[in-house]
Nanobody, 125 residues
Framework: QVKLVQSGGGSVQAGGNLTLSCVSP?????MGWFRQGPGTEREGVAS???????VYADAAKGRFTVSLDKSANTLYLQMNNLTPDDTAMYYC??????????????????????WGQGTLVTVAS
């Protein structure tokens, strides 16, 4: 079974920065980051595809930067100026067929998406 291995995350004060990483054993059409806060559904944060197209959720625009190292099949999410509202479990995702625009709208129940194990980000006020 293909696994995406995540690293990074942790606890920071509001205004702090964190970087998440996700290593894939192979390349995919698109990869992205999702998050799920307490009592909420998993939502897309940012996505990128091998054409270089990038899509951000409104909450991430201007603060988060997604990037993909194609040679290493490694996805990154640089998160700046974090707020308590960013507290959530963050998941890496990969899709063999979807564009970045399509991936970011995907549901957690999608049969096509491969998920990372999740990493907790906690932002204290």
């Amino acid at each position: 079974q293909v696994k995406l291995v995540q690293s990074g995350g942790g606890s920071v004060q509001a205004g702090g920065n964190l970087t998440l990483s996700c290593v894939s054993p192979r390349s995919y059409k698109s990869m992205g980051w999702f998050r799920q806060g307490p009592g909420t559904e998993r939502e897309g944060v940012a996505s990128i595809d091998r054409n270089g197209d990038i899509v951000y959720a409104d909450a991430a625009k201007g603060r988060f930067t997604v990037s993909l190292d194609k040679s290493a099949n490694t996805l990154y999410l640089q998160m700046n100026n974090l707020t308590p509202d960013d507290t959530a479990m963050y998941y890496c995702a990969a899709d063999p067929f979807a564009s970045a625009a399509r991936l970011i709208t995907a549901r957690a129940t999608s049969d096509l998406i491969i998920w990372g194990q999740g990493t907790l980000v906690t932002v204290a006020s």
